[in-house]
């Protein structure tokens, strides 16, 4: 099993549809999760972190599911500018906040 | 204030040459970390520095991988004797220590023809 898997996609929606993106990972040592957004060409950039009791930042929701070692992302009402590559990202377990970067699921929002 | 820097941003370099890339973390942010990111592929973790020591340092592909952090500050990644293989986008981010937050820089892209 790959150490963070994510379909690659590409997922074309139109702009107001509701999106989800899936994440599972290997390591069950791992103690942080987040979603990171990486625009074309540009660093990555931290969305969000993830909890176990699930968390919202405006149209943006992220769940947890550690027992099956799972992780989503829920985007409402897309717009255009949510055109990216989607990064679920995985704490290593090593102790030191390391990373491990799924290699991402992109998404283009079209008109 | 200013973001993580990194330089050169674009490097090419002939095959069995050695390049060093640069990064200016964040001021004040005592941990850093070198990725790279090869076509099409997720970030790959190289190494983390916690001040100027490097407790991880598992990432390194090879013994031609070899970075180092003075002063707190700025950090070195050398590639020696470069190879076609090694040719990707180097990423540094930085971050307080223990922080859930990376930030990253843009990135150097290197092309070994």
């Known amino acids: 099993r790959k150490e963070v898997e994510q379909d690659p996609g590409p997922f074309n929606v139109p702009e107001g549809a509701t999106v989800a993106f899936n994440c599972t990972y290997s390591?069950?040592?791992?103690?942080?999760f987040f979603w990171y957004r990486q625009d074309c060409r540009k660093e990555p950039k931290l969305l969000m972190s993830v909890y176990s009791s699930g968390n919202e930042d405006g149209r943006f929701t992220a769940q947890l599911n550690r027992a099956s070692q799972y992780i989503s992302l829920l985007i409402r009402d897309s717009k255009l500018s949510d055109s990216a590559t989607y990064l679920c990202v995985v704490e290593r377990g090593s102790g030191y906040s390391t990373l491990t970067f799924g290699k991402g699921t992109m998404l283009l929002v079209s008109p | 204030g200013a973001g993580v820097s990194q330089s050169p941003s674009n490097k090419v370099t002939e095959k069995g040459k050695d390049v060093e890339l640069r990064c200016d973390p964040i001021s004040g942010h005592t941990a850093l970390y070198w990725y790279r990111q090869s076509l099409g592929q997720g970030l790959e973790f190289l190494i983390y520095?916690?001040?100027?020591?490097?407790?991880?340092k598992s990432g390194l592909p090879s013994d031609r991988f070899s970075a180092e952090r003075t002063g707190g500050s700025v950090s070195t990644l050398t590639i020696q004797r470069t190879q076609q293989e090694d040719s990707a986008v180097y990423l540094c981010a930085s971050s307080f220590f223990l922080s859930n937050e990376q930030f990253f820089g843009p990135g150097t892209r290197l092309t070994v023809l």
């Open positions: 390591n069950s040592a791992s103690q942080s």
């Open positions: 520095f916690q001040g100027n020591s490097a407790p991880d």
